[in-house]
């Protein structure tokens, strides 16, 4: 079963607008969730992090939005750029060293 | 600049062959990971490793071994390649302490094919 869900696999969004990409999660005991993004033929890079003590982070371009009760996280990119197109993969920690990963959802930025 | 590095970007196998994937990291971390990406199924964790001559099973670890006889180096091993295996398959690793555990950094992928 996944712990970790994102149920939409591809997006595709205008340049310029905002792009929201969901998440959502099962395991109430996770206290951390991630966001990676991953290029073709490149390995994933980390963008953005929060704590379950917090329900924003924002860095730059990037917002992550908690919301524990609903167990749902979104990431929010604004506005949309053509270098945004990538595929985005939510994770949550497992353990001390572990994590998670969703299935990811691919971002398409249209000109 | 951090870097982990993967022995190739792409590999061709035939089915039975015993394949060697390697990856090394110059960061000092504890923590190496092995994992596999399929469209679909997003990332999968065959092994994982938080320290020399320690592994862990991961998700997927059936018909993949690995081997981290060095802190910066961490290798999966297919015993006998199968077609299913034909896959992206992505290096990890992570510094053991607190938060930081968290924050992988992942090599450019191996794409193999089992012909």
């Known amino acids: 079963d996944q712990q970790v869900k994102q149920n939409s696999p591809s997006l595709s969004v205008q340049e310029g607008r905002i792009s929201i990409l969901n998440c959502d999660y099962t395991?109430?005991?996770?206290?951390?969730f991630l966001w990676y993004k991953k290029y073709p033929a490149e390995g994933p890079t980390f963008l953005i992090s929060?704590?379950?003590?917090?329900d924003k982070n924002e860095d730059g371009r990037f917002t992550v939005f908690l919301n524990k009760s609903a167990k749902h996280l979104s990431l929010h990119i604004v506005p949309s750029q053509p270098g945004d197109s990538a595929v985005y993969f939510c994770a949550a920690p497992e353990g001390d060293d572990k994590i998670i990963f969703g299935k990811g959802t691919r971002l398409h930025i249209l000109p | 600049d951090v870097k982990v590095t993967q022995s190739s970007r792409y590999l061709v196998k035939r089915t039975g062959e015993k394949v060697f994937l390697e990856c090394v990291q110059d960061?000092?971390?504890?923590?190496m990971f092995w994992y596999r990406q399929d469209p679909g199924l997003g990332l999968r964790l065959i092994y994982f490793s938080y320290d020399v001559k320690m592994k862990e099973k991961g998700d997927i670890p059936e018909g993949y071994s690995v081997s981290r006889e060095k802190k910066e180096r961490f290798s999966l091993i297919l015993e006998s390649a199968s077609t299913n295996q034909t896959s992206m398959y992505l290096c990890a690793s992570s510094s053991a302490s607190g938060l930081s555990s968290y924050e992988q950094y992942f090599g450019p992928g191996t794409r193999l094919t089992v012909t």
């Open positions: 960061m000092d971390h504890e923590n």
């Open positions: 929060i704590s379950s003590i917090k």
């Open positions: 395991n109430s005991m996770f206290d951390y």
